[in-house]
Nanobody, 119 residues
Framework: QVQLVESGGGLVQGGGSLRLSCAAS????????MCWFRQAPGKNREFVAS????????NYADSVKGRFTISSETAKNKMYLQMNSLKPEDTAVYYC????????????WGQGTQVTVSS
């Protein structure tokens, strides 16, 4: 099993930036890729971005393309989400997750970190 812990959330004004971190521990050698999801109050959880653990190939939701950048430092077992040009609609709890294969569900989740963007 992989354990994940997010950090870096907070309150920021619209147009500002935040950097989220996700620290992985446990069976990290089994990770295929990691991702960020978010969930706003009253809304379904939505995909934000993902990155493969070995090759660093990234994917983004259309809503964050050009504003968010996902990255990883596999030697440190860490993943990051640099969020720029934040908008009030980015307000949500952000979760990191991992899976052991491309066709598998994300089965390891962090506890989440709150991001609040004021207008």
């Amino acid at each position: 099993q992989v354990q994940l812990v997010e950090s870096g959330g907070g309150l920021v004004q619209g147009g500002g930036s935040l950097r989220l971190s996700c620290a992985a521990s446990g069976r990290t050698f089994s990770i295929y890729d990691m991702c960020w999801f978010r969930q706003a109050p009253g809304k379904n959880r939505e995909f934000v971005a993902s990155i493969t653990w070995s090759g660093g190939s990234a994917n983004y939701a259309d809503s964050v393309k050009g504003r968010f950048t996902i990255s990883s430092e596999t030697a440190k077992n860490k993943m990051y989400l640099q969020m720029n040009s934040l908008k009030p609609e980015d307000t949500a709890v952000y979760y990191c997750a991992s899976r052991v294969g491309r066709w598998r569900d994300y089965d390891s989740w962090g506890q989440g970190t709150q991001v609040t963007v004021s207008s």
